[in-house]
């Protein structure tokens, strides 16, 4: 149970958090104690809500559900972090080592089990805007760049040499988790992970999406080598020129 607001407490007010949580409860209860403790608050109830949610509110911390539907709090993390290093700070209901580490690999700065004080749950929230680097809106990347590929993060959109590329979302997934390491191999097992899920196993499946992928990026050229295949190691995405357009969403 979330324990009254001490109302003597300083805050800092004004800060902008995005709470995310699939229970409507838990959601109301954390945007309603938060706004009482002077922080602008904006609630979202699933991943995809949120990231819509991260592009228009611009939040300064983001306090996220780990366990949630169609897409975990792990993935929405990822996104978070492939464009901003606003602090994210995890709550679970189940206080477990192993997603603790899932959580911190992720990207996330701190990670709380639900059921404690609302005082600690303050404190917390107050120190990671501590360590922030400025209180002031995190410039966002919202798009990539590089002189044959873009990418539009805020609507999906892709375009290779020019030319719209229709993909799909398991698609356009690997290709923004390419993105996020261009040059160093990302493993089929981490994309495994990363798109489809802890659940699947099977390697194969990241291979027919990827040659689907490649085929739409007209890289299906012998002398085109714009993902590559290393044995042993994973995949690459070699761009032409390496450099980001970088615009405040």
């Not at 700065?109 to 609302?118: A, E, Q, R, Y």
């Not at 400025?134 to 959109?157: A, K, M, Y």
Request: proline share 6%; with cysteine.
């Amino acid at each position: 149970m979330l324990l009254p607001i001490d109302k003597d407490r300083i805050c800092m007010a004004g800060e902008r958090i995005l709470v995310v949580d699939d229970a409507p409860d838990v959601l109301e209860a954390l945007v309603i104690a938060l706004n009482d403790s002077g922080f602008e608050t904006q609630g979202a109830s699933d991943g995809r809500a949120a990231l819509r949610a991260f592009y228009e509110f611009q939040p300064q911390l983001v306090l996220l559900d780990l366990i949630m539907p169609t897409m975990s709090g792990l993935e929405v993390c990822r996104q978070v972090r492939a464009m901003s290093d606003v602090p994210v700070v995890f709550l679970s209901g189940i206080e477990d080592i192993d997603r603790k580490v899932e959580a911190f690999r992720a990207g996330g700065d701190d990670f709380i089990v639900k059921g404690g004080s609302f005082s600690e749950l303050l404190a917390r929230i107050e120190a990671n805007l501590r360590r922030a680097v400025s209180s002031t809106p995190t410039q966002i990347i919202d798009r990539f760049q590089d002189g044959f590929l873009d990418i539009n993060f805020v609507t999906s959109e892709v375009t290779a040499n020019g030319i719209p590329v229709d993909l799909t979302p398991i698609e356009y997934r690997l290709l923004t988790e390419l993105v996020n390491h261009i040059g160093s191999p990302v493993p089929p097992t981490d994309l495994l992970e990363r798109v489809w899920g802890p659940d699947y196993e099977t390697e194969n499946l990241v291979k027919w999406h990827m040659s689907r992928l490649r085929k739409k990026l007209g890289d299906n050229d012998p002398m085109s080598k714009l993902i590559v295949t290393r044995r042993g190691f994973g995949y690459v995405y070699n761009s032409p020129a390496q450099s980001f357009g970088m615009n405040a969403a």
